[in-house]
């Protein structure tokens, strides 16, 4: 059963960083590509960013720039480090592989 875990969401400034994490269980994490999507209520889910089991990234392009997307195959993690937050970043934050999701994690801009 593959299982996805995010953490790190929280409310911040603007201007302001925070780092996300997923961690991923039941699947042979280092050969599949991971992703992290955002939703705010009311629209759809967004593509942030990604990443492919050789470490290759795509960004959206209301965060180039701004966030990097990593991974760490030992231990089975992908992360979101997300700089110079604004407000239109806030949103619930969802790790995916593979067609699972996590649970999501909320991240709120505000000051």
């Known amino acids: 059963q593959v299982q996805l875990v995010e953490s790190g969401g929280g409310l911040v400034q603007p201007g302001g960083s925070l780092r996300l994490s997923c961690v991923v269980s039941?699947?042979?994490?280092?050969?599949?590509?991971m992703a992290w999507y955002r939703q705010v209520p009311g629209k759809q889910r967004e593509l942030v960013a990604s990443i492919t089991s050789g470490g290759t990234t795509n960004y959206a392009d209301s965060v180039k720039g701004r966030f990097i997307i990593s991974r760490d195959n030992a231990v089975n993690m992908v992360y979101l480090q997300m700089n110079s937050l604004k407000p239109e970043d806030t949103a619930v934050y969802y790790c995916?592989?593979?067609?699972?999701w996590g649970q999501g994690t909320q991240v709120t801009v505000s000051s």
């Open positions: 995916y592989t593979r067609r699972y």
């Open positions: 039941g699947t042979n994490f280092r050969i599949y590509a």
